[in-house]
């Protein structure tokens, strides 16, 4: 049975005080709340307070992106080792933003997602298409490219290979208030396990397929109701406490009814 998660991507928001007091309330709010996982991804310069702030919480944390190497002459960069160290446990890998402004393509990606098999951290790998290609009906094209392009090849073991996280993430559904249908959403959902069935066998029947793109509290049940789909990755609907633990509520409350 795969547990929901829901993962909050903060993106380049919040200073260290807004983080923290954000994590202080959250937690109160979220405290009785155990038939999901929570995660946040703040900026690094967060990590390491929210590190200790949520030890005695069931809120988890996750990095928006990391470098592959675990050191070295990498100006501006962050290691898997230092996530680790910090008690990291997931990180964001290829979110269509670093595809996008920061050219990360899929041999880059296959590099990243070594280096977070091999430190022991959870990968949370974002595909999705553009709207031109969705409206040229390359959708399938594109996921299979890229979901295949960072994973083939790689030695997977069978333990991290059920706890990877994969994220369908519409690029032209990101911050734009246009979540895609939730119907829409459950079929690329199954394309993609059938991609991974296909190629990794029952070892990725514990993989859990996130959506994300305008997730909002009053239309967030219809993505994580859907069969074969696992939780979301949540941008703007994070930012706000409020909101964001009416986000988890809703659908912790659609997962118990
Ligand atoms: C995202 O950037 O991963 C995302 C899903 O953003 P939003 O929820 O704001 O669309």
Redesign the pocket.
Known sequence: MRKTLIVA?W?MHKTLSEAEEFVKRLSGEIADINNIETVICPPFTSLASLAVLTEKTTILLGAQNMHWQKEGAFTGEISPLMLRDLGVKYVIIG???RRLYFNENSRLLKRKMAAAFNYGLVPIL?VGENWEQRSARETENVIKEQLLGALEGLDIGKDAMQKMVL?Y?PVW????GN?AQGSEVGVVAGFMRSLLQERWGDSCQGVRILY????KPDNIVEFTGKAGMDG???????LDVKTFAALLKAVSGERSA
């Open positions: 991507n993106k979110h269509s933003e974002c994220a993430e559904a990101i911050g734009t979540p994300g793109g305008s997730v979301a990755l949540v941008g703007g609907s994070s």
